[in-house]
Structure formats: C-alpha cells, structure tokens
C-alpha cells in the first residue's frame, strides 16, 4: 500500500467530494490509477464507474489510465484511443471491462452516439479523456480527475484533483 492507497481509501469512505496531490513522475500518476482501481475492485465499492479525465496534451491522461488498467487487466497494452475513440480492457478477474475513451475528435452528439457511447456506460468501468468535449453527455454521477503540469521549473510535477459530481 503506498501513500495514494491511503488518501483514497479515505476519501472513499469520507463525505468530502475533492482530494487534490501531486506526483513528480509518469510512474507516480501511473501509481495513482492503481490505487483508485484498488478501490474499484474492493466490495465495499461506492464509486461511480464513470471517471472524466481532464487536461491538456501530454499531461499524464493516458499514464493514469495505463496505471487503473495495469491492476485490472495487467496484460493489457494500454494506448491513447485518439483514433479508434474507444479501448476496450477485459480483466482478470471480476467480469467488469474497462472501456477507455478519447472525446478528442468529438465534435458533436452525432458523433459520439455513432459510437454506441450509451451501451458503453451500462456495461463497465469508462474512463474518458477529453471529457470536456461532451458535458451533454456526462452522466449525473461520476469522478473528474483534472491533472495539470504545475511549473515549467519541474517539468514532471502534477497536481491532480480528484472529484465526485453529483
């Protein structure tokens, strides 16, 4: 268990709606996404199972997923959806797949339904980069994980800010 463990397993039993962290390292963020995905795979799990990521280009959107996958399907080559727009990890164990999604190139509803986004979100875990582009179609409970660079002096620093919408 490392020090991410700990902050999420108490927010997920606090009432508070935010946690905010920092990481120095790729493999830090990466640690992050196992963590929460270790709060997904426990029983007493209240989380939604949608997670809107936010964040520019290059900021470790798709590390954390790599890190969330890596505990449920850890055979799994984890790689940005930017052109398929989905990515679908089947894990190990508990039957629930883990569809991870680029919103990038969404440019209207028309789009993203195209897709078959609403089966998606009735049958496992989505994690959505570039959840920004489609706030008409966030569902009314879900996490938000903003990551943001924080200085230019250190160039792997982020601060990640974790909340429940509801």
Known sequence: MNGFDKILQAYGKDT????????ESCAQTEQFGAALARIYQSAECSLPPYIALRGDLGVGKTA?????????????????PTFAL?????????????????????VDEDDLYSIGYDDYLERGICIVEWSENIPYALPDDYLRLTIEKTSPDIPDQRKLTLERIN
């Open 64 to 80: 954390f997923v790599r890190g969330f996958v890596s505990l449920l399907a850890p055979d799994a080559a984890v790689r940005s």
């Open 86 to 106: 989905v990515n679908e990890y089947r894990p190990r164990i508990k039957n629930t797949p883990v569809f991870h999604f680029d919103m990038y190139r969404i």
């Open 16 to 23: 508070a709606n935010t946690v905010t962290l920092f990481t």
